[in-house]
């Protein structure tokens, strides 16, 4: 099943999704939707669990529990990911291969059609700023460098979805404000953007908003309509009144 672009389609529906590691559990029922043509915030301290569900979207993972489906379709399914562009949070690029060889592998693992690679691979270095360090060692880059080059993977089969796990770390002011730049325009293209962060500030860039903690959603909504829930301006604000919410809860409803 194909979305059609229509903002209020979801494009990624959780139901009930649970996921541990041995003895940690790292999502606990989690149920979400995720319209399409938005930027999808992923909020949560380290460890809340917010890789976990990406690389459950992405097909990464599977759940030991619930379901993930991504443009209708259960996950993990091999045809889905080729409509997923997915930038993972550690470095996922070969540091001794050059940055034209590392997007000519990312095109044959997305079957981006010979005859058109070359011109994409010229078009999408030239938009993250790397034409003139196409053929030099991925070693050889900066750290601002190698997130472009990993965006610039991401991108080159103009998946529809697009599932970035925290693209902004680490980056300058400038290049941060360049990347989000970037993501709004993408949706305003009818793609669909989860990204992960633990910035609030970054929040407020996103259409919509996952609060996650230990495992848990928190709390799902629009910046403003989180602030109006919560009565605070400042999204950590809101973020720590849900979380206290939470964990003061009566029992039984406490996790
Ligand atoms: N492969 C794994 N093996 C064991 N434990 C894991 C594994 N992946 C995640 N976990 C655990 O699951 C929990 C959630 O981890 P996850 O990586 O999803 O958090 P996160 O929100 O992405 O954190 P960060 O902001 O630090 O990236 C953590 O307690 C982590 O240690
Ligand atoms: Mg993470």
Redesign the pocket.
Known sequence: MRQKGNKTDAIVQADQVSRS??S?V??EHVSLSIPSGRIFGLL???????????RLAAGALSPDSGTIRVLGQIMPNRETTAHIGYMT?AAALYPDLSLRENLNFFGALYDVPTGELRARIEEITSEVGLFDRLDSQLQTFSGGMRQRASLACALLHRPELLIL??PTVGLDPVLRRSFWQRFRELADQGRTLIV?S?IMDEADRCDELAF?RD?RLLATGSPDALRAQTGCQDLEDAFLALADALTTAPSGERR
């Open positions: 590691f041995g940690i790292a999502l949560g301290p380290s460890g809340s669990g917010k890789t976990t569900l990406i949070q796990d925290e992960s633990h996650l495992g």
